[in-house]
């Protein structure tokens, strides 16, 4: 069984950093694709970043040059360091799983992250 579990989440100022971290189990990690979603209130969810299982990387315009994504296969996790966060930044993090970018893939259950003075 796929398991997703994310952590890190937490209230932060305008300016300040965060470490989100992805644990998987259940699965051939390095084989797969891993990405990071958010979804804020009234909005669709959207992708922040991800990592093939080559590690290449792409990032959303909104985060790049402030976020950086990279994985530990030896430890089945994948990170994504955000600096610089902005209030826009709030919302529901997710991590996402697949073998193939057209497979849905596994969820994890979310972590919130609040940028706010």
């Known amino acids: 069984q796929v398991q997703l579990v994310e952590s890190g989440g937490g209230l932060v100022q305008p300016g300040g950093s965060l470490r989100l971290s992805c644990a998987a189990s259940g699965i051939i990690f390095s084989n797969y694709i891993v990405g990071w979603y958010r979804q804020a209130p009234g909005k669709q969810r959207e992708l922040v970043a991800r990592i093939t299982s080559g590690g290449s990387t792409n990032y959303a315009d909104s985060v790049k040059g402030r976020f950086t994504i990279s994985r530990d296969n030896a430890k089945n996790t994948v990170v994504l360091q955000m600096n610089s966060l902005r209030p826009e930044d709030t919302a529901v993090y997710y991590c996402?799983?697949?073998?193939?970018?057209?497979?849905?893939?596994?969820w994890g259950q979310g972590t919130q992250i609040t940028v706010s003075s």
């Open positions: 996402n799983a697949r073998l193939f970018i057209t497979s849905t893939g596994t």
